[in-house]
Every structure is written in structure tokens, then in C-alpha cells.
T-cell receptor, first 111, second 114 residues
Framework: DAKTTQPTSMDCAEGRAANLPCNHS???????VYWYRQIHSQGPQYIIH?????ETNEMASLIITEDRKSSTLILPHATLRDTAVYYC????????????WGAGTKLIIKP | DVKVTQSSRYLVKRTGEKVFLECVQD?????MFWYRQDPGLGLRLIYF???????EKGDIPEGYSVSREKKERFSLILESASTNQTSMYLC?????????????FGDGTRLSIL
């Protein structure tokens, strides 16, 4: 199963776009990419997921490279409440449960 | 919105006690999961269930059991609590069918075993 690599931490100014990268160079064709975030003392919050195409919802956009070996989560207008640990996760399409969690990126939004 | 509710945010128990952690979801999800989260180790899957009365072991089932008598409720049981089971416990649920259904999490129970 594919694993992910993310930077340990990142800063972003409030109001700017936050771009969080994720490397998943061993991903296979049937594995989804998921993004979650975890604010201190809370459970992980689902953000977005994709298989091959770019995706957008009310929270964020997910850009997946054509070779699928990396992706970027974009928070278009970061606020202080977006400070959290962001996890990029891959999951085999055939599996309904196996989420492979890495260490995540600590994103700090600065005023 | 999906709502996954865990019965307690904080719980303190003693070594050797039998401990029950309860989780309820309100979205008619088939799948339910129990994880524990420890610093430096990330989230690790303890057990999951894909239907009522069905259960499957995850990566670290030792010392735990589960019960799913109703679709909306999934219980984690520590048969005889030990100090190494002090942790944050997270429950999640998801739909079974359809590609890529995400898991939705509760806010967790921080369990301390003294």
C-alpha cells in the first residue's frame, strides 16, 4: 500500500491561500487520496478526496498531478481557525477501511 | 451533516476495570471503526464493523473487544484495563457502497488508566 510524505510544518498568512503538498509516489491506480485535518483536542475532520481528477468543495480544492504521484490541498483564504494538523492519506479502492495515516503537516495561520 | 457521537470526552478508570466506550452515528452508515491515537504513532485501527453483529480485527486488537448490536451503535470494550491503554480513542463511520466513501470521526474520548 502506498505511503505519503508531507512537510512537518508550514506557515501561512491569514487571508492568503494555503497550499499543502503531499507526495505519494508509490500510489497505484486504484488508490484514493484523502485529506483530513485535526484541530487540537478534536477528532479528524474530513476535507476532500479524489482519485484522478481535481476536486473542489466548500472547504478546499485538491489538485492531483497527472502521474498521480503527488497532490496539493489548497485552502483558498486561510483563517486562524484553519490552524491544524493536515493529513494526506491514501486508501486502496478495494478496501473499505484501510487508511494509512502519516504524521501530517502542522499548518499555522499567522495574523 | 454526519454526526458521530462518543459518549465521553474524558474518562478515568483504574487498572483491571472493564471499560466501555460508546459511539453512535446518525447517518445510517454500514461501516464503523475504532482507532486509538498516540503521540508519534498516529492513528491505529483497533476494530471495525461492516454490518450489525459483524466485526473484523484491525492492526492492534489485543486487549480489546467490540459489540455492534444495532446499526447506529458501536461499542469498544477494554476487558481488563491496563496503563498502556491510556490513549485518545476515536470512533468513525462511513457508507459502504460507492467509490471512495470517506470516514467521519467523532471528537474522541481521552481515556486515562491509573
Amino acid at each position: 500500500d502506498a505511503k505519503t510524505t508531507q512537510p512537518t510544518s508550514m506557515d501561512c498568512a491569514e487571508g492568503r491561500a494555503a497550499n499543502l503538498p503531499c507526495n505519494h509516489s508509490t500510489i497505484s491506480g486504484n488508490e484514493y487520496v484523502y485529506w483530513y485535518r485535526q484541530i487540537h483536542s478534536q477528532g479528524p475532520q474530513y476535507i476532500i478526496h479524489g482519485l484522478k481528477n481535481n476536486e473542489t468543495n466548500e472547504m478546499a480544492s485538491l489538485i492531483i498531478t497527472e502521474d498521480r504521484k503527488s497532490s496539493t490541498l489548497i485552502l483558498p483564504h486561510a483563517t486562524l481557525r484553519d490552524t491544524a494538523v493536515y493529513y494526506c492519506i491514501v486508501r486502496p479502492q478495494h478496501s473499505n477501511y484501510q487508511l494509512i495515516w502519516g504524521a501530517g503537516t502542522k499548518l499555522i495561520i499567522k495574523p | 451533516d454526519v454526526k458521530v457521537t462518543q459518549s465521553s470526552r474524558y474518562l478515568v478508570k483504574r487498572t483491571g476495570e472493564k471499560v466501555f466506550l460508546e459511539c453512535v452515528q446518525d447517518m445510517d452508515h454500514e461501516n464503523m471503526f475504532w482507532y486509538r491515537q498516540d503521540p508519534g504513532l498516529g492513528l491505529r485501527l483497533i476494530y471495525f464493523s461492516y454490518d450489525v453483529k459483524m466485526k473484523e480485527k484491525g492492526d492492534i486488537p489485543e486487549g480489546y473487544s467490540v459489540s455492534r448490536e444495532k446499526k447506529e451503535r458501536f461499542s469498544l470494550i477494554l476487558e481488563s484495563a491496563s496503563t498502556n491503554q491510556t490513549s485518545m480513542y476515536l470512533c468513525a463511520s462511513s457508507l459502504q457502497h460507492g467509490g471512495g466513501q470517506p470516514q467521519h470521526f467523532g471528537d474522541g474520548t481521552r481515556l486515562s488508566i491509573l
